[in-house]
T-cell receptor, first 113, second 118 residues
Framework: AQTVTQSQPEMSVQEAETVTLSCTYD???????LFWYKQPPSRQMILVIR??????QNATENRFSVNFQKAAKSFSLKISDSQLGDTAMYFC??????????FGAGTRLTVKP | GAVVSQHPSWVICKSGTSVKIECRSL??????MFWYRQFPKQSLMLMAT?????????EQGVEKDKFLINHASLTLSTLTVTSAHPEDSSFYIC??????????????FGPGTRLTVT
């Protein structure tokens, strides 16, 4: 079974600064996908960024980027130029091809003005 | 595109009654839908996988007779909580797979349904 571990229950960052959220996972699969989702107080899950395991290049989406270390089974999220609207729960997720999604416990991020 | 809706967004029911939650993919066909449960300040836990036209696959520990799932069409899955009890109070989220042009199976999440059992 796949497990996803987020070791930081809470983090805070000053507005405009950079913060990195950690995620590790355990799997024996070679073909899979990794995601970071944001869940604001509305509780709507919002996709932040995704990574295909077979791609070595780290995914980037504007201020969001990942550091994907396949051998180490690590998938951290870096948020640059943090904004107040980034305050939310962040979940790391793992998905096997054509299968369901497994989530980490989440990291509550607070961006301080 | 790729919008998933849930109805109702919030429901209160009395203990012992049943309640149905609908999950619809509005602008795409979803061969597979997933139902998650999220307790306050916790992560999403997969309850079951719903495939159109076949029986749902339940995760270990989830009572299939209590949480009835029906996926009668490519755009609609329903979750019925039967004989609800206060411990069933939770936030229920559905998601649906959408085949993208590169063969991606990306999940799109509904806004969730808050169930309160009194």
């Amino acid at each position: 079974a796949q497990t996803v571990t987020q070791s930081q229950p809470e983090m805070s960052v000053q507005e405009a600064e950079t913060v990195t959220l950690s995620c590790t996972y355990d799997t024996s699969e070679s073909n899979y996908y990794l995601f970071w989702y944001k869940q604001p107080p509305s509780r709507q899950m919002i996709l932040v960024i995704r990574q295909e395991a077979y791609k070595q290049q780290n995914a980037t989406e504007n201020r969001f980027s990942v550091n994907f270390q396949k051998a180490a089974k690590s998938f951290s999220l870096k948020i640059s130029d943090s904004q107040l609207g980034d305050t939310a729960m962040y979940f790391c997720a793992f998905m096997k091809h054509l299968n369901d999604m497994r989530f980490g416990a989440g990291t509550r991020l607070t961006v301080k003005p | 595109g790729a919008v998933v809706s849930q109805h109702p967004s919030w429901v209160i029911c009395k203990s012992g009654t049943s309640v149905k939650i609908e999950c619809r993919s509005l602008d795409f066909q979803a061969t597979t839908m997933f139902w998650y449960r999220q307790f306050p300040k916790q992560s999403l836990m997969l309850m079951a996988t719903s495939n159109e036209g076949s029986k749902a696959t339940y995760e270990q520990g989830v009572e299939k007779d209590k949480f009835l799932i029906n996926h009668a069409s490519l755009t609609l899955s329903t979750l019925t909580v039967t004989s609800a009890h206060p411990e069933d109070s939770s936030f229920y989220i559905c998601s649906a797979n959408n085949v993208r042009d590169r063969g991606w199976y990306e999940q799109y999440f509904g806004p969730g349904t808050r169930l309160t059992v009194t």
